[in-house]
């Protein structure tokens, strides 16, 4: 038995040890590739939708990254913290809102999508307490001609969470601009819901591991945090909802909208635009 137990324990290590160089091997080839200087006709947006949960009207979009290297899309998780620290993030997240803002404009062009569907965009910490960031975002609203309430950005709560004084004046020159803010991955942080009462927040995006990791657990936390929101006026938006065992319960808790593979999952824009036109 303990001779198993050795054998399962060295191979679990090993395979530890394994991931580990696999991983340290794509972080130095990212890094040569960011180093060589990043080609931005690489990285590409992808889109997914959200729909209320009582009419299934569509609400709102998300704007989700990807980095195309050898024809492969490579995911947030894969690269996002290599980019950080190369330092070349925040210019790329530069590119996201003008890439973002342009494709919300050319649905518009193409009646594909009404007015009042936000859009939202992910930001980073060190971008929401970069000095340019409200200027950035007017000029790229200017640009395109775009109304400000149409842009949502996703904030972490634990960016919030970092400098509230900072935060609070930033939270409110956004809001003197007109976007709509959004606290990304809610219920698994700290989830103060005394942040709810101190920001300005329009809507709270529920983790999706609240939905996936024993959901009766997190029943009670769950309908927690809609009470406070709806005592507030904030809209809730369930993320990760795969199948519709998980949105009846979503109705039967009043939850407003949700986001998940149960819609669809996140495409390119050709595909996106085809799932807008089915819908129409
Ligand atoms: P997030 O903002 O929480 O985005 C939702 C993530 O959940 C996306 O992962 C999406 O593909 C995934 N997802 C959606 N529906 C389902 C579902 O039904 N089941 C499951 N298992 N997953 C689902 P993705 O695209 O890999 O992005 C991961 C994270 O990377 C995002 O989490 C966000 O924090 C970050 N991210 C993505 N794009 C950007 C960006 O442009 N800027 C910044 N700063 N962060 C970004």
Redesign the pocket.
Known sequence: DSAMYQAKKMTRGSIKIYQHSHEQKRHSTLQNELDKGLDYTELEL?F?PSLSTSEQALVSV????RWRLNGKAM???QF?CVMEQDGCFTEI?RW?IHEACRQRKAWLQKELINDDVTLA????QS?FYHPSLIKMLRNELNRFELDASMLEL?IKESTLLLSSKRASKILKELKELGVKIAI??FGMGVSSLAILHHHPIDRI?LD?QLF?NNATQSLPLIIGIIEAARSLNIDILA????NKTMLDYLIKIKCDAY????IA??SRNDVFESFLKSTV
């Open positions: 992808f997914q998300e704007a989700l990254l995911l947030p998780k996002i997240e996201v965009v992910n930001i980073s971008f996703d990304d991955n995006k999706k996936h993320e990760g909802i795969e986001q998940g593979y149960l999952k996140p």
